[in-house]
């Protein structure tokens, strides 16, 4: 039973990492979409969404059986309830890619957003692409170092989407109000993604190191 067991504790790792790695295209694409103004791209993005919700839903399931039949304890009652959270976080960051694939569908063929904030969108989303990467890494081989570089590029995400909403707020914007409105959503879209990468990234390292430090998670969800 033991031995069966640790096989679907394997099976449930290697089902993140696949979700991770649909993730990681889906991001993608929707920036992709986004900053060239890709409309067949981002019909790509949408639609992969929903393999993404699928095997999700799949992933939580077996996570539910493993749960009511092995009846795990300690570190392996933390694996499957952790994997079910980890679960949730990845079908989240889809949606999100979604969300940016859907406005550069909704603004074709014009680009979403105004010359002047495209850099700092396409620099965002190419942060959002290489964190997405990284994840599926972690998820794939549980190098808990990668936790720590994945934590510094949010923190540059964070930085571009306060300068989103600078930009946007300030006294030399010239955008219309649908401007506005595009560049605050897409920016909190983006700034949503890294994040959720990030919750991911602490529950994978403290379930193989036991440190859990609570100031740092507190600092990327606020």
């Keep these: 039973m033991r031995e069966v067991f640790q096989q679907e504790l394997a099976e449930v790792q290697r089902r993140l990492a696949e979700i991770s790695a649909l993730v990681t295209v889906s991001i993608e694409k929707a920036t992709r979409a986004f900053n060239e103004s890709d409309v067949a791209l ?3 993005a949408i639609t992969a969404d929903e393999q993404i919700d699928k095997l999700s839903i ?3 399931e077996l996570a539910i059986t493993i749960l009511a039949r092995q009846q795990p304890v300690a570190r392996d009652l933390r694996i499957v309830v952790s994997a079910l959270r980890i679960s949730a976080s990845l079908e989240r960051m889809g949606d999100l890619s979604t969300h940016i694939a859907q406005l550069a569908r909704y603004r074709f063929p014009d680009k979403v957003i105004p010359k002047n904030l495209r850099g700092t969108f ?3 989303g190419a942060l959002d ?3 997405a990467t990284m994840l599926t890494e972690m998820l794939s081989t549980q190098d808990v170092k990668l936790a720590d570089i994945i934590r510094n590029e949010d923190d540059k995400v964070d930085a571009l989407h306060l300068s ?5 707020l300030g006294a030399t914007w010239k955008g219309e109000a649908s401007d506005t409105v595009d ?3 897409a920016s909190r879209y983006h700034e949503r993604f890294a994040d959720h990468a990030v919750s991911i990234a602490k529950k994978v390292q403290y379930l193989y190191t036991g440190e859990w ?3 740092e998670v507190e600092a990327h969800t606020h």
């Design 42 to 44: 981002a019909e790509e």
């Design 58 to 60: 799949e992933l939580d």
């Design 122 to 124: 396409a620099e965002m």
């Design 129 to 131: 692409v290489v964190i």
């Design 164 to 168: 989103v909403f600078d930009a946007v």
């Design 183 to 185: 560049a605050t959503l």
């Design 213 to 215: 430090k609570q100031e």
